[in-house]
Every structure is written in C-alpha cells, then in structure tokens.
C-alpha cells in the first residue's frame, strides 16, 4: 500500500483576539487559539509504513491568555496578565495494531526491532498520551524616563504533567540480522508498562527587578532575578503488568530550588563619536525545568531493560513469565538481567540537597561604524556550567566490572571494555544522583563577526561569521568503567563548528520586494544527542551518556554472541567471542569520541518575492512565492544507525529537504 509510506500531516486552527481601550490610559486584550493536529503516519527510516508508522492526535491542544496595560502616568506603566496552554496529544498505532492484554494475540504481537537494519515492524515500542497543561500569571511595573529605567515584576506558573504508556506483550523484540532483518534474535526490551504516570510543577516563580542608566557614554544594564521552584510527583497507580504488580505510591517530594540569577551588561561609547562601543556582559542563567526532572525519579515513569532472549522453539514469540528458568521449556527470557527492583520503584533517587545547574556566561565585543550605513561587530562568548549532575549507582563499584581486551573493528586499536562479573551484580541497581565536582566540566567558547548594511534606495543586507565548540569533561564517573573511555574532550580532538549566514532585502521595480537568505551550516554529531535515560540502566558505554546534549559517535553493539569478523584487523582472532562469559544482554561500545565525526554541512540559498496591491476601501492584499534550496542540495542530516558493522550503519535516513516552491496569498481589511 503506497499510501501508507506517506507521512500525511494537517492542523486547523482558529484564533481570537480582542482588544478594549477601556480608556486613554488602560488596555485589556484577550485571545484564544484553538488547534487541530493531525499526523496519519509518523515514521522514520526502516519504520514498515502499515504496522509501525505513528498516528498523532491531539484531544485538547488550545492556548489562551487576557492581559491588562495601565499607563499610570508619562513615567509608569502597570502590566498583568493570566495564560493557560494545553498541549495534550496522543501518539499510537495504526487501526488493528494495538491488541487486548494477556490475549495471545498481544503476546504474539510484540513490536519488532532489528538493531542491524535499523528496522521495526509490528507496531511500536509503546504507545500512549502525553498530557501537560500550563497556567501562568504575571504582574510587571515599569518607571521610564529615557536617561533612567527600571521594571520589576514576577512571573508565576504551575501545572500538572500525565502521561500513559502500553505495549503489546509488554516488550520489543530485538533481533539482530545479518543478510535480512528479524532473522536472528538477541534480546528483548521489557517495560514497566501498563502505566500511568503524574509530576507536579507545583510552582515555578521568577520574582526580578532590572535597571538601565545612562551615563554620558556609559550605559549600564543591571539585573537580579530571584527564581523558586518546587515539583513532585503526584500520588498515583497503575496496574498489573507482565513484569511488574499492581502499583500504587504516595506523593515523592523534590528538591526544591531558591537561586539567584544577577545579570549585568554595560555599553561604552569609545571615543564618544557614537560610532566604536564596546560591550560586555556577565550573566547567570539557571537550568530550564519544568516536571522533566522529577520524571526520572517517578516509579512510575516509563522504565525498560534489555534482558537476553533465545527463541528455543522458533515460533518468533519471546516466551516467559517472571520466575522461570532461563533455557527451560517456555522461558526464553533471561530475568536474571533484570534489576531487582524493576517496577517497584524508581531505579534513581536524587539527593535532597541536589542544587541546579547553573552556567555563567561572559561576553565581551565590539561593534564599529566602517563607513555611513556600514557596520560591523566582533563578540566573544563562554559559557561555564556548574553543579552538574553525575549517577552513582550505590551497589555497584568499579570492582565489580571485569576487564577485557577488546580490538576496535574500525583500526585494529585494543582498548578495555568492563562486563558487570556476575548476574547478582548486575540487578543491582539503585542509582543516586548528586552535584559533580568540581573535575566535572562542560565548557563552552564561541565567537562571531557579523555586519549590517543599508543600501540607498532601502535595502539591508546583513550576516555574519560565527565559530564555536563544547568540551565535556567526565572523568569522575564512580562506578561503570566504561564511561571512562574518551572522557576528556580537551583531549579528543573536537571540530570547532563553523556558520555563516548572508542575507539580505531590496525593493525591485513595481513594488515587488525582493529577499534571500544563504547559510553554510556545519552538519550536526553523527548521531545526534543523547536523551536522559540512566545509561547504567540500559547498558549503554560511553562518556556523557544520561547527560542532556551529549554527543553520540560511532559504537560497537556487542552481545554475549558476538564474534570477531573473519577480516578482522589488529590482534584479533576472527570468529573468537568479543566478552567470552558477558553478563548484560548488550553493550554499546564507543569507538570514536561524540561530537567528532559530523554529518554533512548544509549549504541552503533561498529566495522570496512580495507584493502588495491596494484593493480598495482600506483593504490590501498581498502576494507572495518563495522558492526554498534553489540549488535542490542533498546534505545528509542523519544516519539510521551509528553502530559500526550493522546493515544501517552510516545509511542515510533523511536529507534536507527538496528544492520548494511556496505561493501565498495575505489580505488585510
């Protein structure tokens, strides 16, 4: 069915504004958004469109807000405002996919993932609703006089976050095929499922006062924002699962967080001509939360584990229930690899005094006039992050890992690679997150050279030259070995990221404005970057893994089967076991550093033309026709695996998009 590896999308929306001058001096202003969201067949590369294609619906996606505006007097205005947002959206399978639980047909129906191809089939991994909702409030008072101004307000929001999870047979298979996919299985995935699960953003409060002077050739910015934020999660309940009891837990408070972020900036008129400042600034910004924190100490949170699978009668259905034994007939299912504490409880705690992280950043440049309506500017930017997080699992130690020589299939290089040492050791998981010190870094540095020009007859053209590159240093990793691995980006020879972006405006003949854009973008990591899951958890090796905005490199997926290649290089020998007696159902081995290899850089030129035609009686109307990637470039933006050696490895999985034309039509009335 060709139709069906179409990923067909829609969205209706309705919009509502009103605006009251009550009076001269005081406004209020409402508006109302109501959206209609529809995706009849999400997928990625390797996805099967008919089983294992998504469909996104949307039961309550609507945002409101009502604000009010008082000019109190020439120097004092009043603001206060009231919003809500409400983005509840359900992403699951196609018609006939999902199955009743417990039925045969759910156990036989699992989802079916091929590591090597990077392929799925029979629905996914798990599916369900996400449903966060906002309320925020406002009050701001601002003193104005040109020379001196100063606001100061607080801004208040809350609100609760659900989410719901299921899975046909409670897990995915995962198989691991050499010439075609969903031919040789190795593991499945197993979920704590079904759920459903609740965080409180109880309140998140942001209480600031800034203030701005004039001074001759000095202008100064000075800020102080006092941020309090409280969440938990919420008592809750869920039922019985293949792998997991009924469940049902009290409320599970949070840290809460009190800091101050001061802000400063200053602007200095060098030689008082109005065309050399020089600027620079010194600023705080604290870590961006909202529930995602408290999820991952939710017990109730979606949690898997990748637990060893032989299929011993060849019926392609992963067989067991807990409390069987592993190799016996109708268990083919090693729980011997699942934590102890699976769905009991969260396999995280945090510690009550866990502080946010923070990242201060200084800038300092300059910004010159070279000639009338030309100027140019030069800024420099670091960024230094502080409390950042690192897991220790408190019944594991660096002891309890043992040592193997392992020879990289990609340069014959031989390198450690730890296997937990026994099956106990490796359900012994209770994770604790706590402050790094300070030999934990993650430093930023970039720079920028821009330029803005105004051409006679009104046009712009204006872009600019920017360099950066993040170092990560994780060398204080207290328990998995592995992470220990290109843990030091100081030393692991990292690209700077070069950008340029040209673009600029003009107004041709007829009233027709003309536009472009041009960019020279460096492509993103190979893999992208890494989500939040606990990689002890899911046995995945590799510094920075479990951090947000790590990068992924290439890797190794090793089972307890996996075999030197017969061509292999280095001190190899072909057809040996990689970790003869390996415990965990998987390890993902890094053999380059993230954030080295790059895909392709993405050269994009794009142009629009405009026009507006008067149609009488006040009302106008505009035409428009954009044409995007005029040169049709096909820069590979990402890879359906980065596991050296599989089928999908370095296979590309999407481009950037075709050349585009786009007509639109604007009317004013």
Partial sequence: DCETGIDDQKIKSGLLRLTWQATSKHKFSVYYDEIDKYRGHGMNAGDDPNTSSQIWTSPIYNSAAAKYTGTLSNSLLAEAGYSFNHEQYVITNQDGVNKTPFSPEWYANASRRDQNFTALTNGLANWGGRYPDRFNMMAALSYITGSHNIKTGIQYNF??????????????????????????????????????????????????????????????????????????????????????????????????????????????????????????????????????????????????????????????????????????????????????????????????????????????????????????AATFYRRQFYDLPVTDNLLRTPADYRAVDVVSPLDGEVFKAYTVATTTQLRAVNDFDTNATSDRKQIYNGGDITFNVRIPGGGTLFGGYTMERTLRVTCDEPDDPNFLRFCDDRENDLPWLKQFKFAGTYPVKWGIQASFSFQSINGRPIGGFSGTAAADRNRIAGPGYGDVGSPIGTRWLITPTTRYAANCTGPCRPGELVIPGMTEAQLLLPLKPGGQELLDRINQLDLSLAKWFEVGGGRRLQLQADLFNITNGNAVLGWRSVNFGTAAYSQVSSILNPRVLRLGVQFKF
């Fill in 159 to 376: 609100g609760p976050y659900i989410n719901t999870r299921e899975a046909n047979g409670d897990l995915q298979q995962v198989y691991a095929g050499t010439t075609t996919p969903f031919t040789n299985p190795v593991s499945v995935t197993v979920y704590n499922t079904p759920l459903r699960y609740q965080e409180n953003l109880k309140a998140d409060i942001g209480i600031f006062v800034q203030d701005s002077w004039s001074l001759n050739r000095l202008t100064l910015n000075g800020g102080l924002r006092w941020e309090y934020l409280a969440h938990e999660v919420a008592a809750q309940a869920s039922g019985n699962g293949r792998f997991v009891d009924a469940r049902k837990f009290d409320p599970i408070a949070m840290p809460t967080w009190k800091d101050f972020a001061p802000r400063f900036g200053l602007v200095y008129d060098v030689f008082g001509t109005g065309k050399t400042a020089f600027k620079a600034g010194f600023n705080r910004y604290n870590e961006s939360r909202t529930t995602q924190f408290a999820t991952k100490y939710n017990p109730l949170a979606l949690t898997s584990a990748n637990l060893t699978w032989n299929d011993l009668n060849g019926d392609d259905i992963a067989q067991g229930e807990r409390g069987c034994t592993f190799g016996t007939a109708g268990c083919e299912i090693n729980f011997g690899q699942l934590p102890s504490n699976f769905g009991v409880r969260s396999l995280a705690t945090v510690a009550p005094d866990f502080q946010r992280t923070s990242n201060l950043e200084s800038t300092a440049g300059v910004q010159h006039e070279l000639f009338p309506r030309v100027s140019v």
